[in-house]
């Protein structure tokens, strides 16, 4: 019995879960706190910020435009990433005020 209550809590929580694993990584979570103001970010600024390679980055903005935290605009060449959902902001605000607050 108790196996098939962990069963149906791992699948009512399954989203839940899969946001808190693209959220751990550190480069996910810089690039979601760099946008946290509103403000529309290249590969580029990633890039020159965090000092790797431009294929990494892509890959992590990839994982945050696919799970529908990020969404992209045009301008010419260049594609600039904002937050797609101001719930996540909430969330990433809150996990830093409660980390602030522990200290």
Same mark, same amino acid.
């Not at 808190?20 to 996910?28: A, G, M, Q, T, Y």
């Given at each position: 019995?108790?196996?098939?209550?962990?069963?149906?809590?791992?699948?009512?929580?399954?989203?839940?879960?899969?946001?808190?694993?693209?959220?751990?990584?550190?480069?996910?979570?810089?690039?979601?706190?760099?946008?946290?103001? #509103?403000?529309?970010?290249?590969? #580029?600024?990633?890039?020159?910020?965090?000092?790797?390679?431009?294929?990494?980055?892509?890959?992590?903005?990839?994982?945050?435009?696919?799970? #529908?935290?990020?969404?992209?605009?045009?301008?010419?060449?260049?594609?600039?990433?904002?937050?797609?959902?101001?719930?996540?902001?909430?969330?990433?605000?809150?996990?830093?005020?409660?980390?602030?607050?522990?200290?």
């Amino acid at each position: 019995m108790a196996k098939s209550l962990l069963a149906q809590v791992e699948k009512e929580w399954d989203s839940t879960m899969e946001l808190l694993k693209i959220l751990s990584h550190p480069v996910r979570l810089y690039i979601i706190n760099e946008l946290l103001n #509103g403000d529309e970010c290249s590969v #580029g600024y990633f890039v020159a910020n965090l000092k790797i390679d431009f294929s990494n980055v892509s890959k992590h903005l990839a994982i945050l435009r696919n799970y #529908g935290i990020v969404e992209t605009t045009r301008e010419s060449q260049w594609i600039y990433y904002k937050l797609k959902d101001q719930k996540v902001a909430e969330f990433v605000r809150s996990l830093a005020n409660f980390n602030n607050n522990k200290q």
